[in-house]
């Protein structure tokens, strides 16, 4: 059974930090891993994303050089590194892995989500 298990959400005041972390389990083959955020009334949006096989990272275009994205391959975990936190970074954040069970075709698998709220 696929389980992703996100900790680390909360309050913080604007300029502050927090570290989410995603501990996946039951996954064979992780191929990309990711956090996604949303607010209400709007789409899911990519927030960053680490590709296994290389390494490579990608982020918005709004969080880049204050986020980071990271894994740790012993723990199946991913996390995400907030610094100088806004506002407008308050939503939900979910992490994702796109990865397969076994020989079954690779698809996404999501979290139940972890609520991040920047305010004074």
């Known amino acids: 059974q696929v389980q992703l298990v996100e900790s680390g959400g909360g309050l913080v005041q604007p300029g502050g930090s927090l570290r989410l972390a995603c501990a996946a389990s039951?996954?064979?083959?992780?191929?990309?891993m990711g956090w996604y955020r949303q607010t209400p009334g709007t789409q899911r949006e990519l927030v960053a994303v680490?590709?296994?096989?290389?390494?490579?990272?990608a982020y918005a275009d709004a969080v880049k050089g204050r986020f980071t994205i990271s894994r740790d391959n012993a723990k199946n975990t991913v996390y995400l590194q907030m610094n100088s936190l806004k506002p407008e970074d308050t939503a939900l954040y979910y992490c994702n892995v796109y990865g397969r069970v076994g020989w079954a075709t690779p698809r996404n698998y999501w979290g139940q989500g972890t609520q991040v709220t920047v305010s004074s």
């Open positions: 680490l590709v296994s096989g290389g390494g490579s990272t």
């Open positions: 039951g996954i064979s083959s992780f191929l990309n």
